[in-house]
Every structure is written in C-alpha cells, then in structure tokens.
C-alpha cells in the first residue's frame, strides 16, 4: 500500500510531467513559423464540382510529405488544410464555367493556424498515379521505395532508394520519405516564379516537379486566378467544360503568401 508522502510525490509528479507537455505544446505552435514562399503539396479530400460546391462548403486536404520550415521545424505529413468554397459560376452564353475557393487554414493539433496561400499548380488522381509508377515496369520484386519515376510537370526524374532527382545530367534534389526535396525553379514563358521573399530552401514537392506550374490531367480547366494579387489567397478555376469537376485525391502545390 503507497503511503500518503509517496501518493502525493506522484500527484506533483504528474502534475509536473502534464503542466511540462502543455507547455512544450504551446511552446512547438509557437515555433511553427510557415514562411512566405514555403510549398505545401497536398491531396483533396473533397472534390470541387459545379453540380455539387456551393458558396461556403468546407474544403479539406491533407499534406502529402513533411514540410521543412527554415526554423528547422516542420510540418508533419497528414496535417489538414483546410478552405472554403467562395463562388460558382455555370457558363451562360458561351462563356466558362467557374469555381472560386480558397485555403486558408492549416490544423495543428486543436489549434488552426491562418494561412494565405496560391496555387502554382493542380493535378488530377490519373496523373498522381502515373507519377508513382515505375519508369522502366515493375518486375514485382522491386519494393516502391526503389522506384525509378518520372514527376509531374517535367522530365525530372526520381532515384529512389538512394539517387539524386534528377533533370538529364543535373541534379536538383533528392527523394526523401513521401516525396522530394528540391528548390523550385521557373520555367520558361511560365507564370510560377522559382524562389520568393529568400525562401530558397529545398521544398516539400511531392509528385511535382520543380517548375511544375499550371494544370495537368484536366483538358480545358486552367488556372484563372492564382490569388498572388489581389484579391490574394483566393484562387479560381475555369473551364469550357459545362460539368467543372476536381474529384477528390487531386493534387496541389500551394504557396504560402504573406498574410
């Protein structure tokens, strides 16, 4: 039997021990300074559709592969970004068909952290599955972690399993746990700039390509609004295609704005 000296040293004890993890809590939330510049790729949970999206529907995401953040912290993959649905728009008169939305949370732990963030590029679920598919076939005793694949935007190719990313003979990046890492970059005639307000660190890519910049997989749809001017943060889709739909597991590179 605990006598009363050691039960009430272990209630201090544990006082102690919860009081220390609420603050280191607060301490890490504090700490998580998401930089202008910083990429987040993420992955729709909701899909974005004419027929379906209305004004104020709730978006959710989740991002695909750790962020680094230049304090040294980072994001864990999983955290929820979170939007809303801002406007659609049916084509009349033989115009396009519109939807206007925005993220502007991200959810860590019970707290949510306000953002505004562009969009530099989109991608539909065809096209993220072909991007996790073996360049030269699979030969079943490969594990995927030792895939050789080709990212989305580009011929920038993946060495897994210990390679470099890689553009023909230059080296960009590297693979890492759930995606890669590599400075963004611009490509020619393209409206996506490379590194902005000195962030110039690798970036959490995912799937994409360090120049990837527009749409991909959707014929038609493109990105009329970005939300890099004003009004900032908020992003519109068109298409010529009366039946707009972004199905869910659809993937995206936001870039994070000054707020």
């Known amino acids: 039997m605990q006598s009363k000296t050691s039960t009430k040293l272990l209630g201090l004890l544990l006082t102690t021990v919860g009081a220390f993890s609420a603050s280191g809590a607060t301490t890490l939330l504090q700490q998580t300074d998401v930089t202008p510049g910083t990429i987040l790729p993420i992955s729709l949970n909701d899909s974005l559709s004419l027929r379906k999206s209305k004004p104020g529907d709730v978006i959710s995401s989740r991002i695909m592969q ?51 963030t562009n969009l530099r590029a989109l991608a539909s679920p065809s096209e993220i599955d072909d991007a996790q598919l ?41 693979p890492v746990y759930g995606g890669v890492l590599v400075a963004v970059s611009s490509a020619p005639d393209a409206p996506c700039r490379g590194a902005i307000e000195g962030n110039n660190q690798p970036q959490a890519l995912w799937l994409f390509s360090s120049d990837a910049c527009g749409v991909y997989g959707y014929a038609g749809l493109s990105i009329r609004h970005a939300g890099r001017t004003n009004p900032r943060g908020q992003i519109v889709l068109s298409t010529t295609d009366r039946q707009l739909n972004v199905r869910g597991s659809s993937g995206m590179l936001l870039r994070v704005d000054r707020q």
């Open 66 to 116: 750790d962020v680094p953040l230049q304090n040294g912290s980072s994001i864990p993959r999983g955290t929820r970004v979170m939007g809303r649905v801002l406007n659609v728009t049916p084509a009349t008169n033989g115009g396009t068909t519109q939807i206007s939305f925005q993220f502007d949370s991200m959810q860590l732990g019970h707290s949510a952290i306000p953002l505004t």
């Open 134 to 174: 073996p360049l030269y076939g699979g030969d079943g005793g490969t594990p995927s972690t030792a895939y050789t694949t080709v990212q989305i935007g580009d011929d920038e190719v993946v060495y897994r399993g210990g390679g470099p990313v890689a553009r023909g003979d230059i080296v960009v990046g590297k």
